[in-house]
């Protein structure tokens, strides 16, 4: 098993710098947006549909090759009513039956039609069809590897959900559902301070006090 926690570590770190590098590619897509704007009306003959699809491209690798370090870091959004109310023992196997009978169909299917998807394409030299667009390969590549990445974190998240249900190894995330517990309980507290604090009582000991005072 040590050997497979060393295969999920390797699997983590080659993830996480893929994420790393292409969530700059958000800021890439700013530069291009406001650019081609601005290019829009000061000199409306450099603008281009192909500088508009550049940022969808851009995007496009920002959110496929950067959901396996959201996976990684626990960054999607849970629906947490069922699995807050289990056991830790209970919400592990939870998460390790999506992991196979949803998830890894999901990953199966895609990582078997896209390369397919990518080839014909590139043999066909498909272009967009708005004027002066782009190549359209380079997109639909970056969904292929969009999911051969996220199926390689899903390899990661089965070793280390295992390792963890054996004892293995901690589980960093499982005080994500007792940390949002505390901050609701500390809320609830601090209204019930202001609560107090303006109550009926103490307005009218505040109001007594305050005539007490006018009259002297």
């Not at 770190?13 to 650019?35: C, D, N």
Request: glycine share 8%.
């Amino acid at each position: 098993m040590s050997s497979l926690i060393k295969l999920s570590r390797g699997i983590d770190f080659i993830t996480e710098w893929i994420g790393r590098i292409f969530a700059w590619t958000v800021f890439l897509a700013t530069l291009v947006s406001a650019g081609n704007a601005l290019l829009r009306y000061i000199f409306p003959d450099l603008s281009s549909n192909g500088l508009l699809e550049l940022q969808w491209y851009l995007f496009g690798a920002t959110f496929m090759l950067c959901a396996a370090w959201t996976w990684k870091n626990n960054g999607h959004v849970r629906i947490d009513v069922i699995s807050s109310r289990l056991s830790p023992k209970a919400r592990n196997w939870v998460e390790l039956f999506c992991h196979f009978f949803f998830m890894l169909p999901f990953l199966a299917v895609m990582m078997y039609l896209t390369p397919d998807f990518v080839f014909s394409t590139y043999r066909s030299g498909e272009v967009s069809s708005s004027v002066g667009g782009l190549i359209v390969w380079p997109a639909k590549a970056l969904i292929m590897a969009g999911f051969y990445v996220l199926g390689l974190q899903w390899i990661s998240e089965v070793i280390k959900r295992i390792a963890i249900m054996r004892g293995l190894m901690p589980d960093n995330h499982a005080g994500h559902l007792d940390s949002a517990k505390e901050e609701a309980d500390r809320i609830k507290a601090e209204l019930a301070s202001e609560d107090t604090a303006v109550s009926p009582g103490n307005s009218s000991k505040a109001g007594s006090s305050d005539d007490g005072s006018a009259r002297s």
